[in-house]
């Protein structure tokens, strides 16, 4: 079924550790996004791409980072986990056809 | 710079009554404005477009570029229409990124 798939959906892991999130969408869709969310507040964009091999930051800083090596596959990595990065993070992906982008379950990250 | 601006965090309704949310933007060009809607559990999803103008699940939205405004509208709430909602304005120049609003958690009074 075309989806976009967020893995994992719920992390908490301590301070200093390298983690990835994990975002594949099944859409064949060129662009992909990455929202942060912390708890009711606005989404914001920090990370996207137009397609393999390109990457841009979005509006609010990060200190993560992106990679899109395959269409499908839009994994955002953190080398050393803080406190401050326990949020919500909401991959999205949009076609070329059409204007609607379409978002994944979230992925949880609380880091202690 | 793009900005979409949704006044109220939270707006109780009662069932049967009309419900509005208000949503203002600034753009330079021509927007693309949308209104996506989270219920519990469930993932952000899209609830309409202004550019196909229809209605989904009751509700309808304008676009006023007189006012810079696209608010959402329902005649009559129902229960099921408790959920967080979120305007959101599309860049059509180069990234296409979805700008969001703060979001309005709507809940509805039985």
């Known amino acids: 079924e075309a989806d976009i798939y967020q893995t994992p959906r719920y992390l908490v892991i301590g301070t200093g550790k390298k983690i990835t999130l994990e975002c594949s969408q099944t859409m064949g869709h060129d662009k992909m996004y990455w929202y942060q969310q912390d708890p009711g507040m606005e989404l914001h964009l920090i990370h996207y791409s137009y397609g393999v091999n390109s990457t841009e930051k979005g509006d609010l800083s990060s200190e993560s980072t992106v990679s899109r090596i395959r269409t499908e596959h839009f994994p955002l990595t953190l080398e050393s986990a803080r406190p401050s990065h326990t949020s919500q993070y909401l991959c999205?992906?949009?076609?070329?056809?059409?204007?609607?982008?379409?978002f994944g379950e979230g992925s949880w990250l609380t880091v202690v | 710079a793009q900005r979409v601006t949704q006044p109220e965090k939270l707006l109780s309704v009662f069932k049967g009554a009309p419900v509005e949310l208000k949503c203002n933007y600034s753009?330079?060009?021509?927007?693309?404005l949308f209104w996506y809607v989270q219920y519990s559990r469930q993932r952000l999803q899209l609830l309409l477009r202004?550019?196909s103008r229809e209605s989904i699940k009751g509700f309808t939205a304008d676009l006023n570029k007189g006012e810079t405004s696209f608010h959402l509208k329902k005649p009559f709430a129902q229960e099921e229409d408790s959920a967080m909602y979120y305007c959101a304005l599309l860049s059509n120049f180069g990234n296409e990124k979805l700008t969001f609003g703060t979001g309005t958690r709507l809940t509805i009074i039985p």
């Open positions: 999205a992906s949009k076609g070329y056809r059409g204007n609607t982008i379409y």
């Open positions: 753009y330079s060009g021509s927007p693309e």
């Open positions: 202004h550019i």
